[in-house]
């Protein structure tokens, strides 16, 4: 009994072994078909993250700014603010279907027979940052774009000659309006010609007093049309 008992132990042995034995080669096999699944599903996320780089490149640019904020303090027992600043960044959508031409003396930005609905973009941005980086709104200001020039500050209305006569020279039909503002019931700004629509240049709440706003940030709805560029 004993003997056989032996046997019957190194059988069962035997068959435990031959067991792990196939089993050890499955896995291999198994991981091998993993591998190439999850190589298969990389080669299309990159490809995926590939494409959508290309599209990022070629619609949108990265875009770096000063954003301006109060810090507020009290100080014999009224509230008072000054402003504070930090650089960030945001995406900027371009346009494919815009040219831009270089002269002597300045750049002129136009629309290419393939649009005439839209405008380029680049000037009217270079222009609001150059109006935030040069000069500032103050009340009682300066009325005309020359008075902003030599003082560096202008209300609305010296802003919006400055803004208009800048547009002007890069290519852009522009028209100064006036409407009425939370702020002033004979606000001013510019207006800029896009294909058949007039669209807004706020040029007042780009400046730092304002928040650096975007040129396209509209406080006022036009009612009279001052002049055209």
């Known amino acids: 009994m004993n003997i056989g008992g032996g046997i019957i132990k190194r059988h069962s042995i035997f068959a435990l072994l031959f067991a792990l ?3 050890m080669l499955a896995i291999p096999s198994s991981v091998g078909v993993m591998d190439s699944v999850n190589n298969q ?3 299309k996320i990159e490809l995926d993250n590939k494409e959508i780089q290309q599209v ?3 619609t949108y640019k990265k875009v770096y700014y000063k954003k301006y904020y109060k810090k507020w303090y009290k100080s014999g027992g009224r509230w008072r603010y000054y402003w504070m600043s930090y650089w960030t960044y945001k995406y900027v959508k371009t346009s494919n279907s815009v040219s831009a031409t270089r002269t002597s003396s ?5 629309t290419s027979s393939s649009s005439s609905e839209s405008v380029s973009t680049d000037g009217l941005s270079s222009t609001a940052s150059y109006i935030n980086q ?3 709104h103050r009340s009682g200001a300066s009325t005309t774009a020359a008075g902003v020039r030599r003082t560096g ?3 609305c209305w010296g802003l919006a000659d400055l803004a208009a006569q800048e547009l ?3 290519g852009y039909t522009v028209r100064v309006v006036q409407g009425a503002s939370r702020g002033s019931p004979r606000h001013r700004w510019v207006q800029y010609k896009s294909g058949s629509s007039w669209k807004t240049f706020e040029s007042t709440m780009v400046t730092k007093r304002y928040g ?3 040129y396209s940030y509209a406080i006022a709805t036009a009612r009279t049309i001052i002049k055209y560029y």
Not at 106 to 110: E, V
Request: net charge positive; no cysteine; aromatic share 12%.
């Open 56 to 58: 990022s490149a070629a």
């Open 41 to 43: 599903e990389n080669a």
């Open 106 to 110: 300045s750049t002129t930005y136009k």
């Open 212 to 214: 650096s706003k975007h």
């Open 21 to 23: 034995g196939i089993a």
């Open 134 to 136: 040069n000069f500032n």
């Open 168 to 170: 002007n020279k890069k």
């Open 153 to 155: 500050y202008g209300d």
